[in-house]
């Protein structure tokens, strides 16, 4: 079980930009597939990026050349940097891990708004 906690959203014009951070605890995090996740108004909840236990990213093509995961073993975090916002990144955003077999670990918390308006 690992327990993990979203921080770092807030509002933002478009063009700006945001970090997202979210703090594991409970488990071991670096054997865990880390993903964040989001979901907007009257939409149903989508993965953004994903990051490997070696730090291999994955983008979807909505954010790809503007978001950049990262994870630090050593601090137990995972973070997104969010550059060149728009409205349509407007969604509750959470962080979740996966096992090597793609199973989700733990339970989705309550993740961490980001609005997106001008």
């Known amino acids: 079980q690992v327990q993990l906690v979203e921080s770092g959203g807030g509002l933002v014009q478009p063009g700006g930009s945001l970090r997202l951070s979210c703090a594991a605890s409970g488990s071991i995090f670096s054997m865990y597939i880390m993903g964040w996740y989001r979901q907007a108004p009257g939409k149903q909840r989508e993965l953004v990026a994903r990051?490997?236990?070696?730090?291999?990213?994955y983008y979807v093509d909505s954010v790809k050349g503007r978001f950049t995961i990262s994870r630090d073993n050593a601090k137990n975090t995972v973070y997104l940097q969010m550059n060149s916002l728009k409205p349509e990144d407007t969604a509750v955003y959470f962080c979740?891990?996966?096992?090597?077999?793609?199973?989700?670990?733990?339970?989705w918390g309550q993740g961490t708004q980001v609005t997106v308006s001008s």
């Open positions: 990051i490997s236990s070696g730090g291999s990213p």
């Open positions: 979740r891990a996966r096992s090597g077999d793609g199973d989700y670990i733990g339970s």
